[in-house]
């Protein structure tokens, strides 16, 4: 593992709780992703919410009828709110059989991966899912690699990477995926929502 990815699991362990109340209620772009993929997705559906957290998405797809897992690297944001069906992974080596997913949610984590280690992952998300199989992600628009403290804790940091729809999508590409539809979204940062299929 790389230093950037060591020291911002270690951030996440430390502000964990913290973390898991700020975020605790769902965000409008949320419940409409979630609401597509209950569109597309019959009851039951096998989903994987790569880099969890605390499991605040993984009830959510759950409350929607789907058979949803939860994985993230840092312990602490596991164990923060007592999510169950929850395990600590990389998603650069998930403990996933290949092709046992219907679809795979990765809401603001692939973002904190090196942009080296990027290709894995998505090679990764391609093979725990089935042909046609659906990922919903979100990422931190712009360019470059930075590190940022945290506002509500600044003497801890988080590594980001900054992507662009245009190489991301020719990643996805690359790995075995279609982009679908793309939107884009404002906060305190500028967001990318990106839908593809497994081809």
């Keep these: 593992m790389t230093d950037h990815i060591l020291e911002t699991q270690a951030t996440y362990d430390v502000i964990a709780s913290e973390y898991a109340g700020r975020w605790a209620g769902p965000a409008e772009w949320v419940n409409a992703e979630i609401d597509r993929l209950s569109a597309v997705l019959p009851p039951g559906a096998r989903i994987a919410d790569i880099g969890c957290g605390p499991g605040h998405h993984t009830r959510l797809l759950r409350e929607r009828g789907f058979r949803a897992s939860g994985f993230d690297l840092s312990w602490g944001m596991l164990s923060s709110h007592g999510a169950a069906g929850v395990a600590q992974a990389d998603m650069r080596a998930l403990p996933i059989a290949t092709g046992?997913?219907?679809?795979?949610?990765?809401?603001?984590?692939?973002?904190?991966?090196?942009?080296t280690d990027v290709p894995v992952v998505l090679s990764e998300f391609a093979r725990v899912l089935r042909s046609g199989g659906e990922l919903t992600t979100s990422l931190a628009e712009g360019?470059?690699?930075?590190w940022e403290p945290v506002s509500y804790q600044s003497s801890?940091?988080?590594?980001?990477?900054?992507?662009?729809?245009?190489?991301?999508?020719?990643?996805?590409?690359?790995?075995?995926f279609d982009v679908v539809d793309y939107s884009r979204r404002s906060t305190h940062r500028e967001w990318l929502h990106i839908r593809a299929h497994r081809r």
């Design 143 to 146: 360019d470059g690699e930075v």
């Design 156 to 176: 801890r940091r988080r590594w980001y990477v900054l992507h662009r729809i245009e190489s991301f999508s020719a990643q996805l590409h690359e790995a075995g």
């Design 100 to 115: 046992s997913l219907d679809a795979v949610w990765c809401a603001a984590a692939l973002l904190h991966i090196p942009r």
